[in-house]
């Protein structure tokens, strides 16, 4: 039966997009997605029917120009995550999905522009290290009150770096982070699925999604 069809969940994969945590994909794979890869480098448009989009870390500032330059690439993810794809964005895939990223030599680039913040060079670690991560509210991938340990590397920042989250280093450290929705999960940490239930929620959400998608078509 069309039941049966796992959902396909876009994965960015790419010389930009190039940090995963292995097991994440395992993990959406046993979840019952089947993990699609594409490039927002070099592909002019999203793989067909897909029910579900993963934007991973990498190096986005250094290929800035490039993935400005894939107009197409960046209308086709900003109408997906708009009409409420479920998306999950990590660290470059959160700097993609804002409205400009700046490359190496600080000039600013047009992104998906899905999110208000704009991607700015800082030359410096920001807010390096592992943190644990609060969910304010429920969402795609957290119910209000969870807790994740998360982990942040990256020498840009954005200059909005949202607040659906609430994150706690030390007592002198704290701040807040991350865009939620039903239907997104965006921020600067990268998150690490094992021994979660992410990973089961973004599948589960890919199939409402897949779901909804039938019956608007039946």
Not at 208 to 216: A, E, I, M, P, S
Request: negative net charge; aromatic residues 12%; proline residues 5%.
């Amino acid at each position: 039966t069309s039941e049966a069809i796992r959902p396909r969940i876009a994965v960015a994969r790419d010389e930009a997009f190039c940090f995963y945590y292995e097991e994440n994909l395992r993990l959406l794979e046993q979840a019952g997605a089947e993990p699609v890869y594409f490039s927002p480098l070099h592909d002019r448009n999203l793989p067909e029917n897909i029910h579900g989009l993963l934007l991973g870390g990498g190096y986005p500032e250094l290929y800035a120009g490039q993935l400005s330059e894939n107009d197409a690439m960046r209308t086709a993810i900003r109408k997906a995550v708009t009409d409420g794809l479920p998306t999950v964005a990590e660290c470059g895939g959160f700097l993609y999905l804002g409205q400009t990223l700046e490359d190496a030599s600080g000039t600013a680039w047009p992104m998906a522009g899905v999110l208000p913040g704009k991607g700015v060079k800082v030359g410096r670690l920001v807010r390096f290290g592992y943190a644990d991560m609060t969910a304010k509210a429920d969402s795609l991938l957290f119910h209000a009150g969870e807790h994740l340990y998360i982990h942040e590397f990256h020498h840009w920042d954005s200059t909005d770096n949202g607040s659906d989250f609430s994150v706690w280093k030390s007592e002198k450290v704290q701040w807040e982070c991350g865009f939620a929705s039903m239907s997104l999960y965006a921020g600067f940490p990268e998150l690490y699925w094992v021994g979660t239930p992410l990973p089961r929620r973004f599948v589960s959400g890919a199939k409402f999604y897949q779901r909804q998608k039938r019956n608007t078509h039946d």
